[in-house]
């Protein structure tokens, strides 16, 4: 079982950035992708940004330039640094961990860009 604590969602203007946070706990395997993924309710969620245990990363094309995700797998952590953020950006933002055929969810966070 694994827990995911996310955090530094908020409200922010345009240009503005914000720095999300992950924090897992349980029973983390050393072979894993941790991502973040945003959805509007109603509407199919969105892979954002991933990496991998290895530190190999992607990035959906409109975020590409703007955010950067990174972790510490020592410590179980990943970041999304979000800068230079649109009001398109406005999303509810989910951490999501993933290891062979287990996967789990964050909470979720609010990011609100405003124009």
């Known amino acids: 079982q694994v827990q995911l604590m996310e955090s530094g969602g908020g409200l922010v203007q345009t240009g503005g950035s914000l720095r999300l946070s992950c924090v897992t706990s349980g029973t983390i395997f050393s072979i894993n992708t941790m991502a973040w993924y945003r959805q509007t309710p109603g509407k199919q969620r969105e892979l954002i940004a991933s990496i991998t245990d290895s530190g190999t990363t992607n990035y959906a094309d409109s975020v590409k330039g703007r955010f950067t995700i990174s972790r510490d797998s020592a410590k179980n952590t990943v970041w999304l640094q979000m800068n230079s953020l649109k009001p398109e950006d406005t999303d509810v933002y989910y951490c999501?961990?993933?290891?062979?055929?287990?996967?789990?969810w964050g909470q979720g966070t609010q990011v609100t860009v405003s124009s």
């Open positions: 999501h961990y993933s290891t062979f055929s287990y996967n789990f």
